[in-house]
């Protein structure tokens, strides 16, 4: 069975914006596991990477001619791999069609109910698409799949859910030769999530799946219990990737790679003690309030470049109602300690949590600019599909049928205690009152790898302050 997948092209999309996807590591992970198990005639096309047209890429399916399509999808993207789905359905109705990822995990019946998609993969894919595949070669039941949705004389039906892999040590590499490494690497295109890389040539890594903490914004695709891999494994992929294509960086995505601080310092010691020179940056994943002093100085020793931090809100009772339960006071030691060492800091909050006062909104600015760091980010909240903070809202009667999932920095729902007015006026001022301080500015100016990133960002300064 010939099988391609596929990352949807998102740029210059007007419901998503400019930027480009990072590499699509959940494809290079179902890639990696059906070769393991056998299947071997596989390829990936990163219409994303590429900026390829809807019909370019249905060429290079028809060149290809797989009998199975997978397409990875956001639920940014949604829209974009309906209408792929669709083309592909229309060029041959035979090809069967499946869609997986983030939106498939968030919503499987939005997924399933497009007439062209046969399949929708919920949760971790690896052993769900290999036993798709197996079922669909040897004509077995469909039944039997956990994780998955499929239809049966065009009636959905929702199989169990998978559970997830414990050993995550056991899963393949990602198969890194399918991808085009040229195509991550150009700087124009840009495939990385921190703000400020040393270069182009950046390459992600995931550490662990799973975070064990309750935020009722946050998504649960990887579940609530934490499965590392071990440091041996992790280095081993750190090796390989550097001897094949020889990254600056190293990104890891994990969502808390620090949960168990005692194996991140054991794969810090791991970098340092097999001399490996590579910059590492943590867009997501470090907890702040898991940190303490001499973790900062390993992952400064190992290389670290950038680690984000997510906030999200200073004032204590906000933390409570939105289940990050943050230690708040920790986090600015760690913070400031963070910036010390020499580590580019960023750190994200969000405004405007259910019933969040203009009391509880100014504490968060003026966190922000009580602390130093170097790179801040502010979110409009935005309920995403099944979490918990969609289910409170839609249980209270609040309508979300305006609620804009592709960009956190879009206005699109108000669930907060101002007004709508207020909230954008304290979104405009929450980045002048940050960015547009002398010592702030050449704070940053300092810690950029290259100095020609700040240019970037003064137009979106100049903009949040004319907005104030």
Known sequence: MKILLIAPNLRGRPDVGTNVSPVPLGLLYLAAALRQAGYGRINI????ALDLS???????????APDLVGITSMSIGSGESHALAELIKKADARRKVAVGGAYACATPEAVIRDPNVDFAVVGEGERTVCELVEALEHGKPLSGITGLAYKEGGVPVFNPPRAVIEDVDSIPFPAWDLADMAAYFDTKSCH???????SGRVVPIFTSRGCPYGCIYCHDIFGKRVRMRSPENVLREIELVMERYAPDQIEIWDDVFNFDMDRAKRICNGLIGRGIKVSISFPNGLRVDRMDRELVLKLKEAGTQQIFYAVESADPGVQKRIGKNLDLEKAREIIRM???????????????FPGETKEELLRTLEFA??????????HYVTPRPNTPLE????KRGIELNSVRLYHYKKFSINISAVSDAELKSIWARAYAGFYLRPNQMWRIWKALPYKKQIFRRIPGILKFSIAR
């Open 45 to 48: 096309v990163d219409a994303n």
């Open 391 to 394: 289910a409170l809202l839609r």
């Open 192 to 198: 990385v999530s921190n703000p400020c890389p040393v």
């Open 338 to 352: 963070t910036t010390e060492v020499g580590i580019l800091t960023c750190v994200s909050f969000m405004l405007g």
């Open 369 to 378: 600019k009580s602390v130093p760091f170097h790179i801040a980010v502010f």
């Open 54 to 64: 809807r019909g370019e890429v249905l060429a290079r399916v028809g060149s290809f």
